[in-house]
DNA sequence: CACACGTGGAG
DNA sequence: TCTCCAAGTGT
């Protein structure tokens, strides 16, 4: 195969591979194998459900954190059509501790959509994708590229600190996003766009890291502008993170004499929306804590120590106040009574498997 | 554009 | 222990 020959730095430098063959050539060697991936070379096409369960998946969330539940989903759902029609808490379940609940709203609506209105087949083109509900402009390129082997954009944060480095772009985020995009852009290749995008997220992820970039493993190293200067790690050059406020809530653990918790269903338009959850009240601003009513009246036992839990804006102080009923009780509300020998199959998101933990906890 | 939205792993 | 932040989207 022909390599394309990238113009000249500066007068004088030797020819050099294009970063999309310097990339692709790399990848071909030191592709992941991951559960969702076609690996470079093979014949086989990559199935859109799959390429599209991942990527929902793996937005915001680690390599590592996603292969289980993809696991998970694809062995109990295989195709969308039965992602479509499945019960919808049990893929809220499913989802339970993987994170951004909006995502699996999304994920049940969007399959929906794709079986019920487009005869069960994912648009093949940016413009069809992005129209479904939870795919952006990152998702949309994404599939295109992988799925369909159409030539997109794909932008998503390694892209966007590997292209920062090659071309040492300075301007600040988000700012500088419009710059990279273009950068991005203009090394992308016509063929193979799919398998360019996968190459650069394993590279941002295994080589050119946020922190102490393995410059001397990498591909690009000979074209890169922030190896060149001697800084790679400075870009991209992001703005200072706000800090991280305080919100307080109130925990009813109503446990039933026979070992059973009251759990209810989280309304959607809350924190946490669609998910199963501990009854509580609102979580708010220090001292805040009001309107919250207890599932039941009678004497509630504060416990001693609460259960704090960080999420991506705010940390939160969790207290708990808990009362033994009997067999009889039935608590006001939409809820149900759980087997506390079966929590773990509630579908409970961690902040509220970390107070059950706590509760269920000897000594 | 800025903010809300989860979680767990790495350094 | 603590800080950072990951294959972003919706509002």
Same mark, same amino acid.
């Not at 708990?320 to 939409?334: I, K, S, T």
């Given at each position: 195969?022909?390599?394309?020959?990238?113009?000249?730095?500066?007068?004088?430098?030797?020819?050099?591979?294009?970063?999309?063959?310097?990339?692709?050539?790399?990848?071909?060697?030191?592709?992941?194998?991951?559960?969702?991936?076609?690996?470079?070379?093979?014949?086989?096409?990559?199935?859109?459900? /799959?390429?599209?369960?991942?990527?929902?998946?793996?937005?915001?969330?680690?390599?590592?954190?996603?292969?289980?539940?993809?696991?998970?989903?694809?062995?109990?759902?295989?195709?969308? +059509?039965?992602?479509?029609?499945? &019960?919808?808490?049990?893929?809220?379940?499913?989802?339970?501790?993987?994170?951004?609940?909006?995502?699996?709203?999304?994920?049940?609506?969007?399959?929906?959509?794709?079986?019920?209105?487009?005869?069960?087949?994912?648009?093949?083109?940016?413009?069809?994708?992005? +129209?479904?509900?939870?795919?952006?402009?990152?998702?949309? +390129?994404?599939?295109?590229?992988?799925?369909?082997?159409?030539? +997109?954009?794909?932008?998503?944060a390694n892209v966007e600190r590997v292209v920062a480095r090659?071309?040492?772009?300075?301007?600040?985020?988000?700012?500088?996003?419009?710059?990279?995009?273009?950068?991005?852009?203009?090394?992308?290749?016509?063929?193979?766009?799919?398998?360019?995008?996968?190459?650069?997220? &394993?590279?941002g992820?295994?080589?050119c890291t946020v922190?102490?970039?393995?410059?001397?493993?990498?591909?690009?190293?000979?074209?890169?502008?922030?190896?060149?200067?001697?800084?790679?790690?400075?870009y991209p050059?992001?703005?200072?993170?706000?800090?991280?406020?305080?919100?307080?809530?109130?925990?009813?653990?109503?446990?039933?004499? &026979?070992?059973?918790?009251?759990?209810?269903?989280?309304? &959607?338009?809350?924190?946490?929306?669609?998910?199963?959850?501990?009854?509580?009240?609102?979580?708010?601003?220090?001292?805040?804590?009001?309107?919250?009513?207890?599932?039941?009246?009678?004497?509630?036992?504060?416990?001693?120590?609460?259960?704090?839990?960080?999420?991506?804006?705010? /940390?939160?102080?969790?207290?708990?106040?808990?009362?033994?009923?009997?067999?009889?009780?039935?608590?006001?509300?939409?809820?149900?009574?759980?087997?506390?020998?079966?929590?773990?199959?509630?579908?409970?998101?961690?902040?509220?498997?970390?107070?059950?933990?706590?509760?269920?906890?000897?000594?």
């Amino acid at each position: 195969m022909l390599a394309k020959r990238s113009p000249a730095g500066a007068p004088g430098a030797a020819p050099s591979e294009s970063v999309a063959d310097a990339l692709l050539r790399h990848y071909d060697a030191h592709a992941r194998r991951l559960p969702w991936r076609i690996p470079p070379g093979a014949s086989e096409r990559a199935d859109p459900y /799959r390429v599209w369960l991942s990527e929902i998946m793996l937005q915001q969330t680690t390599v590592a954190a996603v292969i289980p539940y993809f696991e998970k989903f694809t062995t109990r759902w295989p195709d969308v +059509a039965a992602l479509a029609h499945a &019960d919808e808490a049990e893929v809220m379940a499913a989802w339970a501790g993987l994170g951004y609940y909006a995502r699996a709203r999304n994920l049940i609506a969007c399959a929906r959509v794709v079986a019920d209105e487009l005869g069960g087949r994912f648009p093949d083109s940016e413009e069809g994708l992005l +129209a479904l509900p939870g795919v952006g402009a990152y998702t949309a +390129a994404a599939i295109a590229a992988i799925a369909f082997g159409r030539r +997109a954009v794909v932008v998503d944060a390694n892209v966007e600190r590997v292209v920062a480095r090659l071309f040492a772009i300075a301007t600040p985020l988000p700012q500088g996003r419009g710059a990279i995009r273009e950068a991005t852009d203009r090394i992308t290749p016509d063929a193979r766009a799919g398998d360019f995008a996968q190459a650069m997220m &394993d590279l941002g992820s295994a080589v050119c890291t946020v922190k102490t970039p393995q410059c001397l493993l990498c591909p690009l190293r000979p074209q890169c502008a922030a190896h060149a200067e001697g800084r790679a790690e400075v870009y991209p050059v992001k703005p200072p993170k706000k800090e991280k406020p305080t919100r307080e809530g109130l925990i009813w653990w109503l446990e039933r004499e &026979d070992s059973h918790v009251w759990i209810e269903r989280r309304g &959607d338009k809350r924190m946490l929306g669609g998910m199963a959850g501990l009854p509580g009240t609102a979580w708010d601003a220090r001292g805040g804590a009001q309107g919250g009513e207890p599932p039941v009246p009678g004497d509630w036992i504060a416990l001693n120590a609460g259960v704090e839990h960080v999420f991506t804006h705010f /940390r939160l102080l969790l207290s708990v106040r808990r009362q033994v009923v009997g067999a009889a009780c039935l608590p006001d509300g939409e809820g149900q009574w759980w087997p506390l020998a079966r929590i773990g199959e509630a579908g409970l998101p961690t902040v509220f498997a970390k107070v059950v933990h706590r509760m269920t906890e000897k000594g």
